[in-house]
């Protein structure tokens, strides 16, 4: 074997850990992608966000009540994220704040109250895989999870994106063909929580909306297709959780904050060198100045 193919895919050849790790980043780069596309589309992208850091007081009970227990930990982060998701829809539509706003004071809130009940009976360690996790821990039970939260969002997405698209899109349309589109996005906001749900297994909170929000920011620079936006953020997510997964085993860094850098560095090159990114960008403006 040669040393640039040891090198590419030895670590996941001789280690069961690394290829679960593998195994998790694409099932979460499945789930998570096409609904970043979405959140962006619909110029929410603070809600996901708000509510990668919304699940942490749910975690943090399940942890107090059972430790590190992967039911215990999943259910109380999607009843959290359910709880600060309608709290904030309801503050806003009760008041003249505008909707980020109303997110971004209960993100906050739940963030501060999750680190707090984790620090009452856990150590400076619990509380530092808590917020970021650690990809290279994952079993099989969690791969359970994210394989199926993956292929449930996958399947629910297919069956409500068009309604979803036209509640996006034109509101009232959807509302005199087919009613109020409310349904819809509470359905929409449900596979935010569930993935994010997810993705906290192996990201921690911090870094949970990485694979979500970052390749969904990069695809917008190369492309004005929907379908295409979906398939290549689900590339660049998926290809993301591999190089950072070979970076942290070479390098020995931390795999989650690996995993989101390439992320985000898709981000910057797609910025810069995107169909729609800064330099084709100036060079039309100076075509249409000349």
Not at 26 to 31: E, F, K, R, T, V
Not at 113 to 132: N, Y
Request: aromatic fraction near 10%; charged fraction near 10%; hydrophobic fraction near 60%.
């Amino acid at each position: 074997m040669s040393a640039a193919v040891e090198f590419l895919f030895g670590p996941f050849a001789d280690f069961a850990f690394m290829r679960r790790a593998l195994v998790a980043s694409i099932a979460l780069a499945l789930g998570s992608a096409p609904i970043g596309v979405v959140l962006m589309l619909r110029r929410m992208s603070l809600f996901g966000e708000a509510m990668s850091h919304a699940i942490l007081p749910g975690a943090a009970i399940g942890f107090l009540v059972a430790g590190f227990s992967l039911p215990a930990i999943s259910i109380g982060g999607v009843i959290a994220g359910l709880v600060v998701a309608i709290a904030a829809g309801a503050a806003t539509r009760a008041t003249d704040q505008r909707e980020d706003a109303s997110f971004a004071a209960f993100y906050l809130i739940a963030l501060a109250l999750g680190v707090t009940l984790i620090s009452t009976r856990g150590s400076a360690v619990d509380v530092m895989h808590i917020l970021f996790g650690s990809v290279l821990a994952v079993n099989e039970d969690a791969l359970l999870l994210m394989g199926g939260v993956a292929s449930i969002s996958l399947l629910v997405f297919a069956a409500i994106y068009r309604p979803l698209l036209a509640d996006g899109f034109d509101p009232d349309f959807l509302r005199s063909v087919q009613g109020s589109g409310l349904l819809y996005h509470f359905i929409f906001l449900g596979l935010v929580v569930v993935n994010l749900v997810a993705a906290f297994q192996a990201l921690g909170s911090l870094m949970a909306v990485g694979l979500m929000m970052l390749p969904a920011a990069a695809v917008r620079h190369w492309t004005q297709s929907l379908v295409a936006a979906v398939g290549l953020a689900i590339l660049i997510a998926a290809f993301s959780g591999y190089c950072g997964l070979l970076l942290s085993f070479h390098a020995d860094l931390p795999s989650g904050p690996a995993i989101v850098l390439f992320a985000g560095g898709a981000y910057l090159v797609s910025l810069v060198l995107g169909k729609y990114g800064l330099i084709l960008h100036w060079q039309r403006r100076r075509h249409l100045e000349a």
